[in-house]
């Protein structure tokens, strides 16, 4: 069984950082691509940030591309999501994502829907508050 947790939500002040973390267990897929995501209250789940297994972003977001940074360490099945200058409006619940990575996966320009990810975690509240 698969399984996504996420770590390190919390709230920051406008211009700060916080760093996410997701967590895998059961994965077998040969390349995963893992994507953060957010939602808004109402709003369906807008990918922010994806990368796959040993590589680097694929995609970010245009909100926050410049300021977010997604990483990885396979020896411990995390994927992180280091989001500096935070903004107000990155204020959401921010969730985990995995799927078997296709061959459009790889260099893309346009965000994948949250229907397009099999597994999920349970997300973590990030706030920007002053």
């Known amino acids: 069984e698969v399984q996504l947790s996420e770590f390190g939500g919390g709230t920051a002040q406008p211009g700060g950082s916080l760093t996410l973390s997701c967590v895998s267990s059961g994965i077998t897929y040969s390349t995963t691509c893992t994507a953060w995501f957010r939602q808004y209250s109402g709003k369906e789940r807008e990918e922010v940030a994806a990368?796959?297994?040993?590589?680097?972003?694929?995609f970010y977001a245009k909100s926050v591309k410049g300021r977010f940074t997604i990483s990885q360490d396979n020896a411990k099945r995390t994927v992180y999501l280091h989001m500096n200058s935070l903004k107000f409006e990155d204020t959401a619940m921010y969730y985990c994502?995995?799927?078997?990575?296709?061959?459009?996966?790889?260099?893309?320009?346009?965000?994948?829907?949250?229907?397009?990810?099999?597994?999920w975690g349970r997300g973590t509240q990030v706030t920007v508050s002053s």
């Open positions: 994502a995995a799927r078997s990575c296709v061959l459009g996966d790889y260099v893309r320009s346009e965000p994948r829907t949250e229907f397009e990810y099999d597994h």
């Open positions: 990368t796959y297994t040993g590589g680097i972003g694929i």
